[in-house]
């Protein structure tokens, strides 16, 4: 495995280039603020009318209407949501210099065709694990997120270089940058978040919470058993591994996990967790997303406001109020 460290990269890629940041969101805010940073000429490119602007200047930030930030721009980091990239990237196109780097922080919108970069561009990956607020607190703290890097199309023959100092000037180069590919970094990420990290896990809890409940158990212990333990195992993964994590714990736990983990999480959900990557990699996923946001995110607006009428919540916020 290739696993890079700021001893490795050369800055020079970036030193005197011009970055436009498009997008002030999770990511955009965190990258534009380290970018600045790290020394870079960095622009954040807005919508007309964006409530984002006098955050971004209040930062320190240049801000600049998306076409006007791209014309000038060596480099463009694409950094609004990734179901508009497709739209937005039509939009800056006939603005985009010859031989400019075009970048992204998730491979999704150019592993499934929503994007399909002129030939002339550069095309890279840099796609930090985890959320901007924490890429700029650990910026911030002198350590980096670790990140992973990528190149799609290589116009210039220089795609390389300016992914690496790109992740550098973040921050990354800090924690180690992993070698990806667009294709391995969306699949991966998408098959994460359906069947593990962000909808298995918290269907987990919300069935152990209810299986709990349902046996004559109070809302408040079901919730503080199944739901307020999660951040004590998820510490001591980060610290110390799953084996690590297991020897930790109690006996009395450690048995009981042996015994029922593999009870719940059997070769069903294996065959199921199978399924779900071959239909991310099929690009269903892909296709539901386009839809999502043509329909106007209605199933995500319904989701969301049936999951704060239930029990669940209910009692998560009666606990937060007595903290
Ligand atoms: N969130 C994460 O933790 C995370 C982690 C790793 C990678 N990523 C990737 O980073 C990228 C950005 O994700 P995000 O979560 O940071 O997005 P986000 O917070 O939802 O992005 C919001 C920003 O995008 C702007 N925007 C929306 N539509 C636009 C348009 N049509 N034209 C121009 N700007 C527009 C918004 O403008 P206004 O200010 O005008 O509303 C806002 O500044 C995605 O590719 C994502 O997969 C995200």
Known sequence: MDFL?????DPAPLAGKRVAILGYGNQGRAQALNLKDSGIDVVVGLRGASGSTIEAEAAGLTTALVE????????????APDEI???????????LRRGAALGFSHGLSVRFGFVEPRADLDVFLVAPKGPGTALRSLYQEGKGMIALWAVHQDSTGGASGIALAYASAIGS????LIASSFAEEAEADLFNEQAVVWGGVPELLIAG????VAGGVSAEVAYLECVGELHLIAELIEARGIAGMGEAISNTAELGALIGGKRIVDAGVRERMAAVL??????RFAEELRAEEASGYKRLEHARKEARGTLLDET???LSEDK
Do not use: C
């Open 278 to 283: 071959e239909e991310v990699r099929a690009g």
């Open 209 to 212: 919470f209810e299986t709990l």
């Open 5 to 9: 460290r700021d001893a490795d990269i």
């Open 316 to 318: 998560f916020r009666r």
């Open 85 to 95: 990239h497709g739209a937005l990237y039509r939009e800056i196109e006939p603005h």
């Open 173 to 176: 180069g800090r924690a180690g």
């Open 68 to 79: 006007d930030a791209v014309g000038p721009a060596d480099v463009v980091m694409m950094l």
